[in-house]
Nanobody
C-alpha cells in the first residue's frame, strides 16, 4: 500500500521559516509529479507548489518568491522550504504524488503562523 507521510509542521511567528518533508513508501517516486497543497479552515484545498519528475516547478502566486520546492528521488522525498511566512499561510499542508491518472495523498501536517 502506497503511503505518503508529511512532517515538519508546527507553530511559527510571522516572518519565520519552516521546512516540511514528505516521504513516500512503496512508490516509484521519481516518475510521479510531486506537490504540496494546503487547506485553510473554511476554504477549499489549493495547490501551493509542484515539481515534475524532470524538476520543472509551479508555484501559486501567493507563495511565489517565498517558497521553494525540491525533491530527492533517491530518498522518495519532496520538500517545500517556506520562508517569510504570513498568518494567511496557516493551513493543513498535504503532500500529493500523481501520475498515470492516479493520485496519492498524505494525511497532512498543520502549519500555524502567528502574527
Amino acid at each position: 500500500q502506497v503511503q505518503l507521510v508529511e512532517s515538519g509542521g508546527g507553530l511559527v511567528q510571522a516572518g519565520g521559516s519552516l521546512r516540511l518533508s514528505c516521504a513516500a513508501a512503496r512508490l516509484t517516486f521519481g516518475s510521479y509529479i510531486a506537490g504540496w497543497y494546503r487547506q485553510a479552515p473554511g476554504k477549499e484545498r489549493e495547490a501551493v507548489a509542484t515539481i515534475g519528475s524532470g524538476g520543472d516547478t509551479y508555484y501559486a502566486d501567493s507563495v511565489q518568491g517565498r517558497f521553494t520546492i525540491s525533491r530527492v528521488n533517491a530518498k522518495n522525498s519532496v520538500y517545500p522550504q517556506m520562508n517569510n511566512l504570513k498568518p494567511e499561510d496557516t493551513a493543513v499542508y498535504y503532500c500529493k504524488a500523481h501520475n498515470y491518472g492516479i493520485n496519492y495523498w498524505g494525511k497532512g501536517t498543520l502549519v500555524t503562523v502567528s502574527s
